[in-house]
């Protein structure tokens, strides 16, 4: 058994994981990230890095650096509703250095963020490393027990943070189980080549039923097509040319490249669940993320307000856990901060999916666009709304933790 003891244990090196290491490390307190996977290739993940995210990267020095990474800027967000081109937000008038969404693989984000982590002498990440049993000593979470390439190895902390998913194994230890709030829909990811002549803007689009996305992957489209929940299987019982021409039919340009979805095989299924913690901490752990709350795809919004949480996180414990004085109350201050966000997002995307995806995947029939969706780019103090909920968020954290210069 190998035996390790750091300040703060952080659980999963996805975007939240990553940035709470990166914070924490350069605030001076000793940080250990476990990642389960030998590296972050991993397809059809949050590659949406919105101006929220881009403005944290701007504030510790990042942001330039990162937009050299190969990356699609979105100013405008479009979709096409039943034939009609909708302008559905216009990032532009963000006050923000930022006004786009950038997509980017996200492995090349995390790779990235690694990277600049490892910048810190306190910061160690540790690949196929997987967290499997939570710590406990006197009713208190003292670290975990991980797997790794060299062997079994005990991790003691003062805090552990489960950044570990929306199917979180260290929640689930800890016995804390979320609220779920549900989704109408699931949604199936597959590529399909793009050329010059297509465009470059995400497109959503809304027909007859049918709701397919578009996003500009460089050289391909990352293509998603919403179901009704729970309704893959007996999709997959039937050809999958059907699936080929539904998509020829909602998608007019692309009809020529549907064959590249050449079997089921292609297509990954995107389960989609939104829930929430009632608690997002016990002693000695701290939940954040989807960790502490699952989000709809809707807006792209999960992987920046993860971010969010992170940056919270660091503002509020960075000091503490330098100082050895991290409390429970200190875990639920940042439950505090960060939850009434959580809710009112979420409360905007449970009524998108309740009042618009889900009628819109009940009917065959075809008509308008609602006046106002029709018209919002054209009254200035609405037309900034969907903008900046996606762009910017309900409580845009900024980063405030104290820095200590890297290693040399």
Request: glycine fraction near 8%; include cysteine.
């Amino acid at each position: 058994m190998i035996e390790l003891t750091t300040q703060c244990c952080i659980v999963g090196g996805g975007p939240a994981g990553l940035v709470l290491g990166t914070l924490l490390a350069r605030s001076g307190v000793d940080v250990i990230v476990l990642e389960k996977h030998a590296d972050f290739l991993r397809d059809f993940r949050g590659d949406t890095i919105h101006p929220s995210t881009l403005q944290a990267m701007d504030e510790l020095g990042f942001a330039d650096e990162l937009l050299h990474l190969p990356h699609e800027k979105a100013h405008l967000l479009r979709g096409i509703l039943n034939g009609e081109n909708i302008l559905m937000a216009d990032f532009s008038h963000l006050n923000t250095r930022y006004p786009f969404i950038a997509f980017m693989p996200q492995w090349d984000l995390l790779n990235f963020l690694a990277r600049k982590a490892s910048a810190y002498s306190h910061f160690r990440l540790l690949m196929r490393s997987e967290a499997k049993t939570l710590v406990r000593e006197g009713g208190k979470i003292v670290g975990v027990e991980a797997t790794s390439p060299e062997g079994n190895v005990s991790i003691r902390a003062d805090l552990t943070v489960a950044c570990d998913g929306r199917d979180s194994h260290m929640r689930a230890q800890a016995g804390l189980q979320p609220t779920v709030l549900g989704a109408p829909m699931d949604v199936l990811w597959f590529k399909l080549s793009r050329r010059d002549s297509d465009g470059s803007e995400p497109m959503g689009r809304f027909d007859a039923g049918r709701i397919f996305i578009t996003i500009n992957r460089n050289d391909v489209w990352q293509c998603g097509y919403v179901i009704a929940k729970g309704s893959f299987g007996q999709l997959q019982q039937r050809p999958i040319s059907d699936l080929q021409q539904t998509i020829a039919e909602i998608a007019p340009p692309l009809a020529d490249r549907v064959h590249e979805i050449a079997s089921w095989d292609d297509v990954k299924l995107l389960t989609v669940a939104v829930d929430r913690l009632p608690v997002w901490h016990k002693p000695g752990l701290l939940c954040i993320g989807d960790a502490a709350h699952a989000m709809s795809p809707i807006g792209g919004i999960g992987i920046n307000l993860a971010i969010q949480d992170a940056i919270a996180t660091a503002n509020l414990l960075a000091l503490k856990l330098r100082d050895g004085a991290v409390q429970e109350s200190d875990l639920a201050a940042v439950q505090k901060r960060r939850e009434w966000p959580v809710r009112l997002t979420q409360w905007v995307q449970v009524t998108i999916q309740n009042r618009i995806i889900a009628p819109a995947l009940g009917t065959k029939a075809r008509g308008r666009a609602p006046w106002l969706l029709r018209h919002l780019h054209q009254i200035p103090v609405l037309r900034d709304l969907p903008a900046r909920f996606v762009g910017i968020g309900v409580r845009p954290e900024h980063v405030t933790a104290p820095a200590m210069p890297p290693k040399k």
